[in-house]
């Protein structure tokens, strides 16, 4: 009976407690961080102070989010209600420059009050956890960005003594697998956003005429992100209207170099086949559904099932709702910057060329376009533009999409190509220069080539899969010929669809394209030939 008095005594005492923790009357927020009271509290609720156990929260988010000042100020709130409390900040940097063990003594020592050295990495654990599991503790670790962090520093929840609360902020969700809850960071709303940047920009000595609707224009640019928004509000406070508005055209092609590094760090962390990935993401598939381009990353040896999935544990990037690609504007811009390089005006020296206006100069350009470009891996236009002038000269070209090309065919193509899908291609084949060995994908649509190429030059390399389709309209029994040739040089086939044909008659590829299948029968829906996929040439 005495016991159970005991528990519910517990309990009541622990809600009064966390009630008390999260009234507004109790929290002391520094007023200069918008909208933190929210956030504090609901990161106070979730560490569920009071309730006994060991508990270990994670706070995750694009860079310059807010994730530092969220932890800090939480932590400030509640460290008195602990046995010993510390906070081992910036740890992918003083890793970097320091060894873990360092990083272990900061803690010991701080926690414990007194000097305590460690050897090495083994030995610093074991310290940790002999000397941290009697005691409840409150430890902040900030920036952690490799596992191996975590093991040194917080390896278990047995570490540390009944009622201890570990937060860790992180760029990377992985590192969070173990966590007992993970925080998004919440940017800030339209209007926490002008408060914030009022705070930094606005001057009250000299007030700037039309602040308010320039200021919209910076939130807007922001797009919650509180460092853009201090560094931006910073760098305006003293300046005047011509000022703002020659900062705010500036922003539109060089974003502010502080930002940028500070986003920059977590794709420096990527490995080189995920910056290719997130690269591509950000010039050509934002606001794209996930799967329209998930044949070309493969082409192009991306993985990116599990690339993705690295872009979105770093926020780099998301999955919206409707299943498309998105990104934070700031983030996206980073992308575009690290892209543009040295070279922010030539778009020939770029790896990735997706603007309007510089594809069209490209275009335009006569004489520049008649030396070799050896630094465009994609060129991606929103609209149709003639392709014959600009593609020959590319010798990297990764991948090409044309949706279409009423001009005249283009004198070569670059060799390292490994995806094309050409609609209305304008030649009788393509350049004999052409030598399609790194081909993975290939797609024609609305071409009536009667040969892909001169000779058999695939003949030797299995990895092709083609996709030849044909329309309404087009003439099967003259198609069924021209399948024969179009196909000839193959090594693997891939599948062709013939979309909504009243009839087919003849033996589709007989001799050159063994065992196709008709899928569907000819009912007014799409018609799918597959051929089995080939373990060596025909």
């Not at 941290?132 to 962090?149: A, E, G, P, W």
């Not at 209007?191 to 602040?211: I, Q, R, V, W």
């Not at 899969?465 to 099967?476: D, F, I, K, S």
């Amino acid at each position: 009976m005495a016991r159970g008095l005991q528990a519910t005594s517990f309990r009541i005492s622990s809600s009064m407690e966390k009630d008390k923790l999260l009234s507004s009357n109790y929290l002391n927020i520094d007023e200069e961080l918008v909208g933190m009271t929210e956030r504090v509290k609901d990161l106070i609720s979730r560490l569920e102070i009071g309730t006994g156990g060991v508990r270990m929260i994670g706070i995750w988010g694009v860079g310059g989010g807010g994730k530092t000042t969220l932890a800090t100020s939480v932590y400030m709130e509640i460290k008195n209600r602990f046995q010993g409390h510390c906070i081992v900040d910036n740890i992918r940097e003083e890793s970097s420059k320091h060894s873990l063990p360092t990083l272990q003594e900061k803690l010991l020592s701080a926690v414990l009050k007194t000097q305590v050295g460690v050897q090495n990495e083994e030995e610093g654990k074991h310290i940790i956890k002999n000397r941290l599991c009697r005691s409840n503790m409150l430890i902040l670790l900030d920036d952690v960005d490799d596992h191996k962090q975590l093991e040194a520093l917080a390896g278990s929840h047995s570490w540390f003594g009944y009622g201890s609360r570990i937060i860790i902020t992180t760029r990377n969700e992985h590192l969070l697998q173990k966590i007992d809850y993970v925080s998004p960071v919440r940017l800030l709303s339209g209007d926490e956003g002008n408060t914030l940047f009022k705070k930094h920009a606005y001057n009250d000595k000299k007030p700037l005429k039309d602040y308010w609707e320039l200021s919209l224009r910076v939130v807007s640019y922001a797009a919650g992100l509180p460092l853009a928004l201090k560094v931006i509000g910073s760098f305006l406070y003293d300046k005047d209207k011509k000022e703002w508005m020659s900062t705010l055209d500036r922003l539109k092609d060089i974003p502010e170099s502080e930002i940028v590094e500070k986003l920059k760090i977590s794709y420096d962390g990527l490995k080189k086949v995920e910056k290719e990935l997130f690269l591509d993401i950000a010039c050509f598939f934002r606001w794209r559904s996930k799967d329209d381009p998930m044949e070309i990353f493969e082409a192009c040896g991306f993985h990116p099932d599990i690339g993705i999935k690295v872009l979105i544990q770093k926020a780099l990037i998301s999955i919206d709702s409707y299943g498309e690609f998105d990104m934070h504007d700031l983030v996206q811009e980073m992308g575009h910057y690290i892209v543009r390089g040295e070279h922010p005006n030539n778009p020939e020296k770029h790896s990735r060329v997706w603007k309007h206006e510089e594809i069209k100069n490209m275009c335009l350009g006569g004489t520049t376009m008649a030396k070799e470009n050896d630094k465009t891996e994609v060129i991606y236009p929103d609209y149709d533009i003639d392709y014959s002038k600009i593609v020959p000269n590319m010798k990297k070209l990764r991948w090409l999409i044309v949706w279409k090309c009423s001009y005249e065919a283009p004198t070569s193509l670059s060799n390292e190509l490994l995806y094309i899908e050409w609609n209305g291609y304008p030649g009788s084949r393509f350049p004999d220069s052409f030598q399609p060995t790194n081909l993975v994908v290939l797609k024609m649509k609305k071409s009536m080539q009667k040969e892909l190429w001169k000779g058999s030059k695939a003949r030797s390399y299995a990895r092709i899969w083609a996709r030849r389709e044909l329309n309404w309209g087009e003439v099967l029994g003259e198609g069924v010929e021209l399948e024969r040739e179009f196909w000839r040089g193959f090594g693997v086939m891939g599948l062709i669809i013939c979309h909504t044909l009243e009839s087919t008659s003849g033996n589709i590829g007989h001799g050159v394209i063994p065992r196709w299948q008709l899928r569907n029968a000819l009912n007014g829906g799409n018609t799918h030939f597959q051929a089995p996929k080939l373990t060596k040439a025909l």
